[in-house]
C-alpha cells in the first residue's frame, strides 16, 4: 500500500506540518537534575533530519515542588532548565522540524528513585494513588490555582523559547487524568463529582489558563487516554455520548488537537464500529486528533518495558484509517527512538530496513 498519505501536509493555526507523523512523547530521564543536555538536543534534532514533521517533547515538570517524580526528567521552568530547552528547539528548528514540550505533572505516582525524593508532597485530587489507595493529601483550592499558574506559566515560557505548540500531559493516570478518573478524584467540591464533566473542570482551566497565556493562534494539544497505568481497562467514557460530555468543555475551554493515546492504534473504542479512540474523538468534537499505539511495530510499550522485542509490522492498515480521515496525524513512540531514520525509509520503501525494537534502546540517547 502506498505510504503517500503520511506525506500530505497538515495545517492548524500558526502551524504547518510537512507531514502527518507525529514523534510520540517519550520519557528518557537523561536531563540530570532536570536540565536537558546536549546530548538531548542532538537527540532531537536528530529526529527532526530524519524527516519527522512535529516532535513533542519527553513530559517535562512544570513549577509545583512534585511535579515529577525523577530528577533525571527535565523540567520546564528556572533559567539553566529552560535555556537548555531553547537549544533543543533551536536546534530541531535548524534541521527543518517543528516542535511542541509536554507539560507533566506527573500526580500521586510515587518516585522509583532510591535516595531522591521530590523537594515537596505529592500532589492529587484527593490523596489516592488509584481507588482505595492513600497516597498524600487532597490538593487544597490554593495549590490547584498553583497548579493551573504553573501550566500556564509554562506554556509562556514554550512560546518565548520558539516552540511551536504546547502539549498538556492528561493522559496515563497523571495528575490531570487524577482529576478525570473517579477512581481518584472523590472530592465533593467543584473539581470533583460524580459526572465526567465536573472532573474534567481542572484540565479545562488549565487549558483556558494555557490558551490566555498563548494567545489564540497557538496550538494546544491535549493528551488523553482511557487507560491508565493503576488500570488498563478503565474507560472514563463507555459510550460515545460520555465521550462526548467529557471532550467537549476541554475544547470549548481552547484545545486545538486531541492526542489520543492507545497501546493499540487499531482497536476500536466501542462496540459497533471499528474507529478507534482518535476517531472517535474527532467525530464526537470535530477537532483534528492524533492517533497512536505500535505503529510499525508488532508488540505494545507496556511489553517492552519488560524486555519484549518488537518486530517491524506493516503500516496498511495506519494508511487505511488515514486514508479514511478517521484521525489527522499518527504519533511514533519506540520506532523512532530506535531508528532516528525511520521515517525515510517508510518514505523510500526502504522495508528491508526497518528494526525490530529492542529494549537495550532505553538505555542511551541514540
Ligand atoms: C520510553 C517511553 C517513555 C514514554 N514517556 C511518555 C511521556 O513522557 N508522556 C506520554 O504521554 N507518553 C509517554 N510514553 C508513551 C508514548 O508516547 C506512546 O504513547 C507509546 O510508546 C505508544 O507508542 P509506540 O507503540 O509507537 O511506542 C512513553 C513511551 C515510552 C516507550
Same mark, same amino acid.
Request: aromatic share 10%; net charge neutral.
Given at each position: 500500500?502506498? =505510504?503517500?498519505?503520511?506525506?500530505?501536509?497538515?495545517?492548524?493555526?500558526?502551524?504547518?506540518?510537512?507531514?502527518?507523523?507525529?514523534?510520540?512523547?517519550?520519557?528518557?530521564?537523561?536531563?540530570?537534575?532536570?536540565?536537558?543536555?546536549?546530548?538531548?538536543?542532538?537527540?532531537?534534532?536528530?529526529?527532526?533530519?530524519?524527516?519527522?514533521?512535529?516532535?513533542?517533547?519527553?513530559?517535562?515538570?512544570?513549577?509545583?515542588?512534585?511535579?515529577?517524580?525523577?530528577?533525571?526528567?527535565?523540567?520546564?521552568?528556572?533559567?539553566?532548565?529552560?535555556?537548555? /530547552?531553547?537549544?533543543?528547539?533551536?536546534?530541531?528548528?535548524?534541521?527543518?522540524?517543528?516542535?511542541?514540550?509536554?507539560?507533566?505533572?506527573?500526580?500521586?505516582?510515587?518516585?522509583?528513585?532510591?535516595?531522591?525524593?521530590?523537594?515537596?508532597?505529592?500532589?492529587?485530587?484527593?490523596?489516592?494513588?488509584?481507588?482505595?489507595?492513600?497516597?498524600?493529601?487532597?490538593? =487544597?483550592?490554593?495549590?490547584?490555582?498553583?497548579?493551573?499558574?504553573?501550566?500556564?506559566?509554562?506554556?509562556?515560557?514554550?512560546?518565548?523559547?520558539?516552540?511551536?505548540?504546547?502539549?498538556?500531559?492528561?493522559?496515563?493516570?497523571?495528575?490531570?487524568?487524577?482529576?478525570?478518573?473517579?477512581?481518584?478524584?472523590?472530592?465533593?467540591?467543584?473539581?470533583?463529582?460524580?459526572?465526567?464533566?465536573?472532573?474534567?473542570?481542572?484540565?479545562?482551566?488549565?487549558?483556558?489558563?494555557?490558551?490566555?497565556?498563548?494567545?489564540?493562534?497557538?496550538?494546544?494539544?491535549?493528551?488523553?487516554?482511557?487507560?491508565?497505568?493503576?488500570?488498563?481497562?478503565?474507560?472514563?467514557?463507555?459510550?460515545?455520548?460520555?465521550?462526548?460530555?467529557?471532550?467537549?468543555?476541554?475544547?470549548?475551554?481552547?484545545?486545538?488537537?486531541?492526542?489520543?493515546?492507545?497501546?493499540?492504534?487499531?482497536?476500536?473504542?466501542?462496540?459497533?464500529?471499528?474507529?478507534?479512540?482518535?476517531? /472517535?474523538?474527532?467525530?464526537?468534537?470535530?477537532?483534528?486528533?492524533?492517533?497512536?499505539? =505500535?505503529?510499525?511495530?508488532?508488540?505494545?510499550?507496556?511489553?517492552?518495558?519488560?524486555?519484549?522485542?518488537?518486530?517491524?509490522?506493516?503500516?496498511?492498515?495506519?494508511?487505511?484509517?488515514?486514508?479514511r480521515e478517521e484521525f489527522d496525524l499518527v504519533a511514533v513512540g519506540r520506532a523512532l527512538l530506535q531508528d532516528p531514520q525511520w521515517l525515510l525509509k517508510v518514505r523510500?520503501?526502504?522495508?528491508?530496513?526497518?528494526?525490530?525494537?529492542?529494549?537495550?534502546?532505553?538505555?542511551?540517547? =541514540?
Amino acid at each position: 500500500m502506498s =505510504s503517500d498519505v503520511l506525506f500530505r501536509p497538515f495545517k492548524i493555526k500558526g502551524l504547518n506540518l510537512p507531514n502527518r507523523v507525529v514523534m510520540a512523547p517519550m520519557t528518557r530521564s537523561f536531563s540530570p537534575g532536570g536540565i536537558p543536555t546536549e546530548d538531548v538536543a542532538r537527540y532531537y534534532r536528530r529526529r527532526a533530519e530524519g524527516a519527522v514533521g512535529f516532535i513533542i517533547s519527553e513530559g517535562t515538570g512544570v513549577d509545583r515542588p512534585a511535579s515529577l517524580n525523577d530528577p533525571n526528567v527535565p523540567r520546564f521552568h528556572g533559567e539553566k532548565e529552560l535555556a537548555g /530547552w531553547r537549544r533543543v528547539v533551536d536546534g530541531v528548528h535548524a534541521a527543518g522540524g517543528l516542535m511542541a514540550p509536554q507539560l507533566w505533572h506527573v500526580g500521586a505516582v510515587r518516585t522509583r528513585a532510591k535516595d531522591w525524593s521530590p523537594p515537596g508532597a505529592y500532589d492529587s485530587p484527593s490523596g489516592l494513588s488509584r481507588p482505595e489507595k492513600k497516597f498524600g493529601e487532597p490538593m =487544597s483550592e490554593e495549590d490547584i490555582a498553583d497548579a493551573i499558574r504553573a501550566f500556564a506559566d509554562a506554556a509562556l515560557a514554550a512560546k518565548r523559547l520558539g516552540f511551536d505548540a504546547v502539549e498538556l500531559h492528561g493522559a496515563h493516570g497523571y495528575l490531570i487524568d487524577q482529576f478525570f478518573w473517579e477512581g481518584t478524584n472523590r472530592r465533593e467540591d467543584t473539581y470533583g463529582g460524580k459526572d465526567l464533566p465536573g472532573r474534567a473542570r481542572f484540565a479545562a482551566e488549565i487549558v483556558h489558563a494555557v490558551r490566555k497565556s498563548v494567545g489564540t493562534d497557538f496550538p494546544i494539544l491535549l493528551r488523553i487516554s482511557q487507560w491508565k497505568q493503576q488500570d488498563f481497562e478503565v474507560k472514563l467514557a463507555d459510550t460515545p455520548r460520555a465521550l462526548e460530555a467529557w471532550l467537549k468543555p476541554l475544547v470549548d475551554a481552547g484545545v486545538d488537537i486531541l492526542h489520543c493515546s492507545q497501546r493499540r492504534f487499531w482497536e476500536p473504542e466501542f462496540d459497533g464500529s471499528d474507529l478507534n479512540f482518535a476517531g /472517535w474523538a474527532k467525530k464526537v468534537t470535530g477537532v483534528p486528533t492524533i492517533s497512536v499505539g =505500535s505503529v510499525g511495530l508488532s508488540g505494545e510499550f507496556i511489553a517492552a518495558y519488560g524486555g519484549e522485542s518488537s518486530r517491524p509490522a506493516s503500516l496498511d492498515e495506519l494508511i487505511r484509517r488515514l486514508g479514511r480521515e478517521e484521525f489527522d496525524l499518527v504519533a511514533v513512540g519506540r520506532a523512532l527512538l530506535q531508528d532516528p531514520q525511520w521515517l525515510l525509509k517508510v518514505r523510500d520503501g526502504r522495508t528491508e530496513e526497518l528494526m525490530a525494537f529492542e529494549r537495550t534502546a532505553f538505555a542511551a540517547l =541514540s
